[in-house]
Each structure stands twice: as C-alpha cells, then as structure tokens.
C-alpha cells in the first residue's frame, strides 16, 4: 500500500542531498571536533562553516547562533536563560503555545522564581496584541514574551515585528518559537526586534535531533548544559557534526528553492480547501487559514459522527498519514490544547493536514475520496 504523507508539520522526509551532505561526516571524517589534529580540526571547520550558511540565510551573526538538539531544547534554553540571567520575574505567553514552551513556563510557575500569564486570543485564534501591551504597561517586574512565530496547528502566523516592538516598549525580553517558519519563510533576524529565536533541522527537510537557538547580541546568557567548552562555552558535550551539516545543507535548499516550493504548497493548500468544501457539506476550517497563516497547514474540523470519532485511525488504516495536533503529544489522545484554546464546539473533530513539496493533488483527491466515504 503506498501512504500518503500529509503530516509535514510533525516532521518532513530526510532530502537526499542533505544525506548525500552528512554522510562522510558518518563515515571517513569521524574526529572529534575538539582535537587540535587535523581529523579533528576539518570537523571543527564543517561546524564553523554551517554556523555561517545558517546566519547568512536568517541575517544574523555567526557568533549569535547555537545548534542544540532541537526546538524544544532551543526553546528551554531561551525561558531558563531568561528567568536565571536576565532577571525576568513574570512570563507572558499564549494558551496555543507548543508544549515545549507551555509545560517549561509551567514547571518554572510551580518555583517561588516567577509568576505567569495567558494573553488573550482573538476569535481566528491570533495573539490581540492590545492584551499584550496593556499586560506589559502593568507589570513593575521585567517580563518574558514568548510567543510562536506560527502555530503548529493551526498555522496562524504572528506579526513577529509588532509583537518585538511592544516588548521593545516595556523593555520586555521577547522570545519567538520558529521551528515552524525557519526554512519555510525568509527570516530576517537583524531587523525583527526579538532576543531569541528557534529551529529545528526536520522541519525543511533536514535531520532530526538538531537545532537552533538564535541568542542576540546584546544580551548575555549562562550556559545550560555544562562540562566542556563546545558551543563558545554555551552547551558542553561533543557536537552533532554530521547533524548540523546536515541542518545548514537542509536550509540553504530550503532557501534557494523557497519561491518556487512555497507556492506550489500554497497551490495545494488552495486546491484542498475548495475539494473539502465541494465534497464534504458542514466542514468548517480552523485559524485564521485563509489569511495570515502558514501555507503548509490546514487545520479542518469535520461533523462529529460515529464514524467521524475514528477519523484519524480509519485514515492510518487507507495509509494515509495525518494528525489530530501536535505530534509531539499524540501518544496521550487529550485531544488538541490549541482547537480548546480557540473552539468551544465539542461536535467538531479537527484534523491537521499539513503539506511539502512532495506531495501533489493527486493524493488530495485521494484523501478527499476517503473522507467521503469516512463521513
């Protein structure tokens, strides 16, 4: 049976040209990064050379990127480093957040060390930035804004510029999670007015197990992760060499072929959208899908029937791959935070469809076919 991948979100399909990239890095170039001979220095020159492709393409400086093991790391680091070293005593972020960011402002909550709120969301789900201004203008204390750049599930986007500026304003520490965006937009880090920023390499077609956090210049953070000097000191431990080649080969095709991919994924969005809405009377779309949001994600709720309830099993069996939020939790069936955060409807079932360059609309049209008979 051949599957249909229409979980990109979640993760996307290795490139083979990023294989073709990491592999003598698994195979003959195998020193340690930290040896002072050469198989160990051409290792530490590989690093270098990908820290540079990696600010070059998201207009930072080399110096202001650190490779983890990916967002969710990248994104403990930023709330950690915020909390212990920059003095922030009160974190806002939004009910939608990922749960790397959602469950480690909660863990800090539970500490004597800060104190946190929810800004509040507008009826399609994006941030009301009014909240967050009238949130700042009333605390005494220096806060922490962390919010994503795009949901994962729903696919909003954030005026990340307007959102900087407020922080800005109230001298806030502002973080965004960009785990959705790297590699599929262009980002310009020297111009958006945040202090930290996130990626991670399976997201554009890269390897998993690999990251960014994007640390600006002007602030000075602690190390996470002591007991050896790799990372300028920021995270100890032998670097992932072959991973983070494989994460700056992954982004500098991302973003050479950026135009030309991002709108045929758009096209397929579209054309998806207008079957859904042909063939399957009642369907409703979440977020604000048709406006300021990801084009590689769809979020549908569909009626809840009995066999509806199933949807996303009787999906797997056709082998056809989709889910019902965020990967990253979909072992505990809770159902989705971000679809309660943002609707009160418990007759609907949300399905995320999410979309790359492989796919084509030969397998929207068998999707929709499926959920036809399903519905």
């Not at 890269?206 to 992760?225: E, F, H, R, T, W």
């Given at each position: 049976m051949n599957r249909i991948y229409l979980d990109n979100a979640a993760t996307t399909p290795l490139d083979p040209a990023v294989l073709?990239?990491?592999?003598?890095?698994?195979?003959?170039?195998?020193?340690?990064?930290?040896?002072?001979?050469?198989?160990?220095?051409?290792?530490?020159?590989?690093?270098?050379t990908a820290r540079k492709t990696v600010a070059r393409i998201l207009n930072a400086h080399p110096g202001e990127i650190f490779f983890t093991s990916g967002g969710t790391e990248s994104d403990n680091m930023a709330i950690s480093a915020a909390?212990?070293?920059?003095?922030?005593?009160?974190?806002?972020?939004?009910?939608?957040?990922?749960?790397?960011?959602?469950?480690?402002?909660?863990?800090?909550?539970?500490?004597?060390?800060?104190t946190s709120s929810f800004v509040k969301l507008l009826?399609?789900?994006?941030?009301?930035?009014?909240?967050?201004?009238?949130?700042?203008?009333s605390r005494k204390e220096r806060c922490f804004v962390t919010l994503m750049h795009a949901n994962n599930e729903i696919g909003n986007l954030l005026d990340i510029y307007a959102a900087g500026e407020i922080c800005k304003k109230y001298?806030?520490?502002?973080?965004?999670?960009?785990?959705?965006t790297v590699g599929h937009y262009k980002i310009d880090l020297r111009s958006k007015p945040v202090h930290f920023a996130t990626g991670a390499g399976h997201?554009?077609?890269?390897?998993?197990?690999?990251?960014?956090?994007?640390?600006?210049?002007?602030?000075?953070?602690?190390?996470?992760?002591?007991?050896?000097g790799q990372e300028r000191n920021m995270r100890a431990g032998t670097e992932n060499v072959y991973g983070i080649v494989g994460f700056a080969k992954a982004?500098?095709?991302?973003d050479a072929m950026l135009e030309k991919d991002s709108a045929y994924i758009q096209s397929l969005k579209t054309y998806m959208v207008n079957a859904l809405e042909q063939h399957i009377p009642a369907v409703e779309f979440n977020g604000d899908y048709a406006g300021e949001s990801l084009y590689?994600?769809?979020?549908?709720?569909?009626?809840?029937?009995?066999?509806?309830?199933?949807?996303?099993?009787?999906?797997?069996?056709?082998?056809?791959?989709?889910?019902g939020g965020s990967a990253c939790s979909s072992g505990a069936d809770v159902g989705s935070h971000v679809i309660r955060a943002i609707s009160t409807n418990p007759n609907k079932v949300p399905v995320r469809f999410s979309f790359s360059k492989h796919n084509t609309t030969a397998e929207i049209d068998l999707v929709v076919e499926k959920l036809k008979e399903l519905i």
């Open positions: 073709e990239a990491m592999m003598p890095y698994m195979t003959n170039h195998f020193g340690n990064p930290s040896s002072i001979y050469s198989y160990g220095r051409e290792n530490r020159l590989a690093i270098e909390i212990n070293d920059l003095g922030c005593r009160h974190i806002i972020t939004s009910p939608i957040e990922h749960h790397a960011v959602l469950h480690t402002v909660e863990h800090w909550d539970k500490t004597d060390k800060i009826p399609n789900g994006h941030v009301d930035l009014d909240d967050l201004d009238a949130q700042l203008a001298n806030a520490i502002f973080h965004s999670d960009t785990v959705q997201k554009f077609h890269g390897p998993k197990g690999v990251g960014i956090l994007y640390v600006n210049d002007n602030i000075k953070v602690k190390p996470v992760i002591l007991g050896g982004l500098e095709l991302a590689t994600v769809l979020n549908v709720s569909f009626p809840k029937t009995e066999k509806s309830e199933m949807l996303l099993f009787s999906l797997d069996m056709q082998g056809i791959c989709v889910s």
